[in-house]
């Protein structure tokens, strides 16, 4: 009603016009036939008429909202008295863009990293199941600890078992193969998970028992993707490693769990498997009210059964059982990254923000006497207040418009460097701005105007009235107050800039050292892939070993191949550990000599990589499973355990005692160069390596159903060329199995480092773009004071001061700010630099040389900085000067 | 400037007599201003006399709450001219507006001692 009478009031005031000429028209017609002449008719009519505007006026009052119009009057008014002074508004909203634009992406990446994943219902009752021990714990499970666990019906209410996806399985029956990663889970794991089911079911008990069936649950991406999202889907069978397989359901597109899955199958445990191996994980919901504490006194007495039940060889006395939350094991390794992000880019706002209020508050200053006159015209302080503040926020949210648009522009620049991190998907598709992204900008935006209007916007709406209007030519007198407050925001943006650029350094440091790490072999011109060989002729070591001999055969044929080889692993990518006895060495107290990495390759593994042999010999093709077994160690595991002696004279036992992998012992016949076994930023661990034609039956049915097997090829020509022959040779060697994973040992290597690589550019992105607000900061501060300040000058030069003199006055004070900006800088550094520990690799937190050169650096920028200005007021004109205003 | 409430004009407090008026004038028929301030003018024997042009927000007002209709259309002049027409919400509230002000008249009328 109000609306509609206020949106059309500018018809109605055109109507209301009309209509008065008619009544004008119809009393001078009145008059006129009285007699009276034309002129007069019209004079007596209007007089008759009274105020036409007066009316006009009241209606157009009468069709007003008040807080629109004030609104309006204000926005108006911002935006002339912005557009008066162009070149302050374009560097505001510049400096709030791209400090809302840089927190934006970022907040887009943590956005789906670290909050998104936290989609279970009551995901504070899941827990993962951990082995203790006095060296730490982690996860890890078999069959008798998962029933045990399964027993503990006091604490949990749901458990569940599932793998990692291991390794892969080939799903045909289509125009090509697929490799696709079929998780095994238990029973619970949907329910416990509370994962939706968008058709068919779940697994039934009888399903996940031995002897179930085949049968599969679809991911929503394999469904859609491979199978165009039939409806018709659930009941129809798929081929799985040439096995049919009956697909029961389908779990909905917003079920993500940490490993990328396309499909689900049973584990189908034997539950009364005495089987130590540990080959999953397992994870249980919590009965509502248990707490973690509860749940750990209770598995203590669980593992303490154990022990009885399976022997210390099983568990030893110090190990026990426990359990932590699901979400911290899943989301702990990025979660400090993260969070050491947000507050960098936390800083870069807070600076940003410094930057604005300082500009608002020059402004503020020079607008003084504008301000004391509205006031004394009778604008109440809320007036000036909320003007000023609608100024600020107008700033802030066209900032934080550009600052979206950048923000959005940014993330896809960030997500080609961010390659590596969790859940963002293939090529960070996962990362979308939806609409938490979209509050977070728009309350970030309302946030910064009001954290750098307010300031100004108090500090101006007390002015002395009397004072500031009678400063009709007194400019020095620069508020005591504001001078203060504008010096202590360019201190601060220093100090935050000089910590950001500390970080930065100290990352870029320690990005330096991994570079410069030598991995042990030649990454250059190797291409490696996967292949899956789940299927059941891969369940014995003559299968496989064939499969290995068929395979490098095909590819040393290749053109541009100069060497192949398979191996179960690949350095940097993870090894399995085993124990192993010296044969005839006492063990003390110990149950075993030691433990090792542990990698099955075949014999050119060595010569393809160009991994240095030290020592002996290495493998041979001869080396198989007819011939006696023989294994091959690093320099870091013959320095650990033969510190004095010979490891060629000596025979190892690997994997001691009774099971599945129970071999004779073998000698070691060689010593090799060491790799780094997981992150290039960790010393090189002890490895064995045993042909894989050696291997015990059950040590390779273990791998083949939990890794897949690794291709490497060294190459004359471009790696990547060979990528389609390679497929095709191996398709024919292996009767028709696909590859997967398809990268050189470079790309390798590069997705290794790519977490540090990420933190340290972003954090050099930060570092600088503090850097860079810090100097405009400090610049547009002396800039500022050097014009208050030049009629001082001129009658100082006039009577007689050097040039220098007035340059160095200029370049001391703005150094003074910045120096103090400095020392705090360093000295916040050291409070902060230590959560940075986790991300630095063979630098220290208080690494002497970052903290030297950076604040060197930022001196140096800073000195840049006010120079400009110092130059300018050396170069005044005491005349002009004189007659300044 | 503040939303604290303005001085009421000059002749508001005679709004409700100005809009009972109008209301009185339109029951003998669609009329436009300039004939109603006549009306008015007429039969108040001139007691009534206002500038009148502050007829015009109280007609607008009066049609705004729905007690009087208006169009354009052309006048006994020839001219064009807005005319206004008592709706049947007006009609009703003419009604009341009459007998709550001859109630009020009476009770002035008492307290003057005039019967």
Sequence with gaps: MNVRRFLGRKAKDAELAEEIQSHLAHEEDLRAARGVNTEEARRQARVKFGGQNTVRAEEWRYRSLPWVENLWRDLKFVARSLAKTPGFTAIAILVIAVGIGVNTAVFSVINTVLLKPLIFPHQEELVYLMNTSPRGSGPGANIPKFRIWSEQRSIFSKVAGFDFGGAGLNLTGGDKPQQVQGVHVTQQYFSMLGAPVIMGRTFTQAEDAPNGGHVVVLSYALWKSRFGGNSQIVGSTIQLDGQPYLVVGVIGKTFVTDTPTDLYLPFQFDMNSQDQAHYFAVAARLKPGITIGQANAQLKLAADQFRRTYGPMAMGPQDGFGVESLLSVWVGDTRTSLWVLMGAVGFVLLIACANVANLMLVRATGRKRELATRAALGAGRGQIVRQLLTESLTIALSGGLLGLVLGVVGVRLLLPIAQGMPRIGENGSAVTPDWHVLLFTLGVSLLTGILFGLAPAISASRPNLLAALNESSSRSGVGFRSGKLRSALVISEMALALILVIGAALLIRTFMKLEAVDPGYDTRNVLTMSMSISGDRFQKTAGVAQLVKDGTDKLTALPGVTDAAAACCLPLNGAFGLPFDVVGRPKGDAPFTGGAFYDTVSWNYFNTFKIPLLRGRMFAEQDNGAAPGVVIINEAMAKQFWPKGDPLKDRLLIAPGPGPFAEPARQVIGIVGDTHTRSLGLAPEPMMYTPIAQMPDGMTALNSRIAPLMWIVRSKVEPHSLANPMTAALRVASDGLPVAHIRTMDEIVIRNTSQQRFNMLLLTIFGASALLMAAIGIYGLMAYSVQQRTQEMGIRMALGAQASHIRNMVIRQGMILALIGVVIGIAGAFGLTRFLASFLFDVKVWDPLAFIVTPLLLSAVALLAVWVPAERAVRVDPMTALRFE | ?115
């Design chain 2, 1 to 115: 400037m503040g939303n604290g409430k303005r001085p009421p004009p000059a002749g508001e407090m005679l709004q409700g007599t100005l809009d009972m008026l109008i209301l009185r004038t339109l029951v003998m028929g669609p009329a436009h201003g300039h004939t109603i301030a006549q009306v008015i003018e007429h039969t108040s024997e001139r007691a009534l006399e206002v500038e009148q042009g502050s007829l015009y927000p109280a007609l607008h007002r009066l049609e705004d709450r729905g007690l009087v209709s208006a169009k354009w259309g052309v006048s006994e002049n020839n001219r064009k001219a807005k005319f206004y027409q008592l709706t049947a919400a007006g009609r009703r509230r003419l009604a009341s507006e009459t007998s709550r002000w001859r109630k009020m008249t009476r009770a002035i009328g008492l307290i003057l001692g005039e019967q």
